[in-house]
């Protein structure tokens, strides 16, 4: 039996029936549909809608379901449309006629909205906590690193020696941004709509303050037009999940170059590689390249709401529904990934040699136009001869530090009449350690600057 009976003479056309009925999806926020009910109850009952024994046995009931649900003895039947349905009428099978005075003042629209504020204002420390287990894989990657060093790129050409401890924090960021993204989103979540009634507001006169108080919610709605509507924390929701997606794929990207043979620069462990049917020899990263597939597919579930939303009217539109769904699967998709990520980067094996060997003296020319500077030489003419000096070893085929002080000397002489400003001690600075130390400053990749952020990012993930 459905909710809404009364003015029909048909029953809905099954196959229409199967396209309404919710149940598969907002079965999830059973809990919180109890919750919300239990509230609702309370707070009905203070208004004098329910007497003191309807209040009893409707709380008793109510209690008696979330028990049913926690313990997985519920039973849905099939006329449950959707959550809010199946809730009600099992408690009508459990208290009898009482039961349909709960929904006295309320819609399943400020009802549905109230449950799913609920359900994500509790998923979001779940979420957390699965960050910061990222997060300390990360750091102790980090800490593991010492200091390692390896190659930094840009445009994935090799540029600067870094620190591998500082590569691995790189990753580590983006995630506490993506953490205080989701906390801040928390106080947008927390606006109680139920008491919105199906549009223009409850006729009862219910305390919604304190409503809100009792869930958990910071304050309720101001309007309730907008409150039945506002699936804003759904989309935002939406939005964090995804760009943790682009960071996560960032991340797997990396990973799945730098596990190749050309790079060499990490070995995943047995436990988290996959092989091929075909080729023996092969160790491939599944988990990285999903990890990069997924973010394609979180940008469509984020792109596919707000497609849902845009044009709406004002209030509720059955178009709603297609909230959940998509929240939902981001959850499990983001809720799937992090803890397998931080796993197969616990136990990632480094290559430090591969990585010292991939550092070549030309990733030094900026230090070798930093010494020019050293001697007084404006930038703008120190970079000018340390591209000469590449060009000069790339036409003889040889490092940097393998040209002669001669060479450097008539490099340099072009500007002054003397030998120019080349001494026996510019050969330093080809040492890549060297070149990593003096970048000291906070954020950079000195092993001075790179225990400081270690202890950033400890404090971070206690907090
Ligand atoms: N299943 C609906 C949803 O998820 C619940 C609200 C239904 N409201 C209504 N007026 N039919 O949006």
Known sequence: MTLWGGRFTQSLDSLAWDLNSSLPVDQRMAIQDVDGSIAWANAIHKAGILSDEEHASISLGLDTVKGEFASGQFRFAPADEDIHTAVERRLAELIGVTAGKLHTGRSRNDQVATDFRLWMLQIIPQLDSAFRILQSALLSQAE????????????????????????????????????????????????????????????????????????????????????????????????????????????????VLYTSAEFGFFELSDAFSTGSSLMPQKKNP????????????????????????????????????????????????????????????????????????????????????DYLVSKGIPFRETHAIAGKAVRAANEKNVGLEELSLEAYQALGGALSESKGPFEADVYQVFDPMKSIVKRNAIGGTSPEAVEMQKAECRMQIEK
Not at 154 to 180: G, N
Not at 346 to 363: F, G, Y
Request: contains cysteine; aromatic residues 6%.
């Open 286 to 369: 599944d988990v990285f390249e999903l990890t990069r597939g997924k973010a394609g597919t979180l940008i469509g579930m984020l792109t596919g709401l707000l497609a849902t939303l845009k044009g709406l009217p004002s209030t509720y539109d059955k178009d709603l529904q297609e909230d959940k769904a998509p929240v939902f699967a981001a959850t499990d998709t983001l809720l799937a990934i992090l803890p397998v990520i931080a796993g197969a980067l616990r136990t990632i094996t480094a290559k430090p040699e591969r990585m010292r060997n991939a550092i070549d003296s030309t990733m030094m020319a900026t230090d070798l136009a």
């Open 144 to 255: 593991l690193a010492g200091e390692t060093i390896m190659p930094g790129y840009t445009h994935l050409q090799r540029a600067q020696p870094i620190l591998l401890a500082h590569w691995w924090l790189s990753h580590f960021h983006p995630l506490q941004r993506d953490r205080e993204r989701l906390a801040d989103l928390t106080k947008r979540v927390s606006i109680l709509p139920l008491g919105s009634g199906a549009l223009a507001g409850t006729p009862i006169p219910v305390d919604r303050a304190e409503l809100a108080e009792s869930l958990n919610f910071a304050e309720p709605s101001s309007n309730s037009l907008d409150a039945v509507s506002d699936r804003d924390f759904a989309a935002e929701y939406l939005f964090c999940a995804t760009l943790t997606g682009i960071h996560l794929s960032k991340l797997a990207e990396q990973i």
